[in-house]
T-cell receptor, first 112, second 112 residues
Framework: GAVVSQHPSRVICKSGTSVKIECRSL??????MFWYRQFPKQSLMLMAT?????????EQGVEKDKFLINHASLTLSTLTVTSAHPEDSSFYIC????????FGPGTRLTVL | ELKVEQNPLFLSMQEGKNYTIYCNYS?????LYWYRQDPGKSLESLFV?????AVKQEGRLMASLDTKARLSTLHITAAVHDLSATYFC????????????FGKGTSLLVTP
């Protein structure tokens, strides 16, 4: 199947700093990618849709100024968590694909 | 509001036994997905069910879809310890491309 990568896999940062997470489709082009967040022992919640060449669309309750999404090419979407706080600590997962979604390996963010 | 409900949420079963996980969803969807997640890992695609009456099998797992009843089942046959994981069903978010709405997941533990 198709491969989606994420970087970094883990990041620990201090409160107030910004963190950038990359999501890449390695063997296919993706005009759309999706970002999900998963808190411990919970399900995945869709945060936003990343659209190549245009603005991302955010789900209700997700702050677009806090979670900046850039989809600069057909194989790369980035999620920047700005001014991170401990409550932003979570597992962030991206996905891409047609007919079936392929999920990246996830990024575990810990904000101290 | 699109709802996806799984039951049971927790399942402990002995090796060799059979069991079924149920997934109900609230709005019309012709596609349903099953994923597996191991602790600390991302999602692994198990099945994509594309039409009413679809049945797919892989090893000890078999999934089916009844779009009229808005019900999918994941049947486990002769469980083995390696099947211990969390299983999620998901449906397409309407008019979103290929974003997914997930159930809460079923945490499966297979014991000797």
């Amino acid at each position: 199947g198709a491969v989606v990568s994420q970087h970094p896999s883990r990041v620990i940062c201090k409160s107030g700093t910004s963190v950038k997470i990359e999501c890449r489709s390695l063997d296919f082009q993706a005009t759309t990618m999706f970002w999900y967040r998963q808190f411990p022992k919970q399900s995945l919640m869709l945060m936003a849709t990343s659209n190549e060449g245009s603005k991302a669309t955010y789900e209700q309750g997700v702050e677009k100024d806090k979670f900046l999404i850039n989809h600069a090419s057909l194989t790369l979407s980035t999620l920047t968590v700005t001014s991170a706080h401990p409550e932003d600590s979570s597992f962030y997962i991206c996905s891409a694909g047609v007919d079936t979604q392929y999920f990246g390996p996830g990024t575990r963010l810990t904000v101290l | 509001e699109l709802k996806v409900e799984q039951n049971p949420l927790f399942l402990s079963m002995q090796e060799g036994k059979n069991y079924t996980i149920y997934c109900n969803y609230s709005t019309t969807s012709d596609r349903l997905y099953w994923y597996r997640q191991d602790p600390g890992k991302s999602l692994e695609s198990l099945f994509v069910l594309l039409s009413n009456g679809a049945v797919k099998q892989e090893g000890r797992l078999m999934a089916s879809l009844d779009t009229k009843a808005r019900l999918s089942t994941l049947h486990i046959t002769a469980a083995v310890h390696d099947l211990s994981a969390t299983y999620f069903c998901a449906v397409d978010v309407p008019n979103s491309g290929y974003a997914l709405n997930f159930g809460k997941g079923t945490s499966l533990l297979v014991t000797p």
